[in-house]
């Protein structure tokens, strides 16, 4: 694969800038600069290196042959340009962050499709402030004090409550379970 000049930059920095927390946005335009700066300096050099004058060499130095041997061995030095062995390696990557972004995205989409339903049912509920008893009671069933059916002690909260267990109280029941 011989090497290509680059004549721009291919990043697309006002887009990358927009993705920047404000919190690193000094780190962002310190980045930038030096990428700007480098860029600069690659575009100083010519594409192609100088041709030497080997014509004018010698008829300046008076040793015979070195001027010959010097181009001889020039002409014979190639530097390889190195092997491209990550690009493979950087897809795959790119591939399997994709599938999980796109994984992320589709549960996310179905946790705000459930969200919504949920914040729809609140609102179409009456303000707490103007409900009664009863109406919290149709409204949460499961969470109203039900005295006939579920009997509850003050403060009718769960940790009052006879039988009540802890979640740290049920995760070392079954650590001491899967441990007999």
């Not at 980045?31 to 600069?40: A, C, E, G, Q």
């Not at 707490?128 to 909260?157: G, I, K, V």
Request: proline letters at 8%; zero cysteines; glycine letters at 2%.
């Amino acid at each position: 694969m011989a090497a290509r000049r680059i004549a721009k930059s291919s990043i697309n920095w006002s887009a990358l800038a927009e993705r920047v927390p404000p919190n690193q946005k000094a780190q962002f335009a310190a980045f930038k600069i030096k990428s700007d700066v480098y860029m600069r300096a690659v575009m100083s050099n010519p594409e192609t290196a100088p041709k030497i004058d080997w014509a004018h060499y010698k008829n300046l130095i008076p040793i015979p042959g070195l001027v010959d041997t010097f181009q001889k061995h020039y002409e014979a030095l190639k530097v390889p340009y190195p092997p491209d062995n990550v690009t493979s390696q950087v897809e795959t990557q790119a591939k399997e962050a994709k599938a999980e972004v796109d994984s992320f995205k589709k549960s996310s989409e179905q946790r705000i499709a459930q969200y919504k339903k949920e914040i729809a049912h609140l609102n179409s509920l009456l303000p707490y402030n103007q409900m009664t008893m009863e109406d919290y009671r149709d409204s949460f069933p499961d969470l109203a004090l039900d005295s006939a059916n579920r009997p509850t002690f003050w403060p009718h909260n769960p940790e009052e409550q006879v039988g009540y267990v802890s979640k740290e109280q049920e995760a070392a029941r079954a650590e001491h379970a899967k441990e007999h």
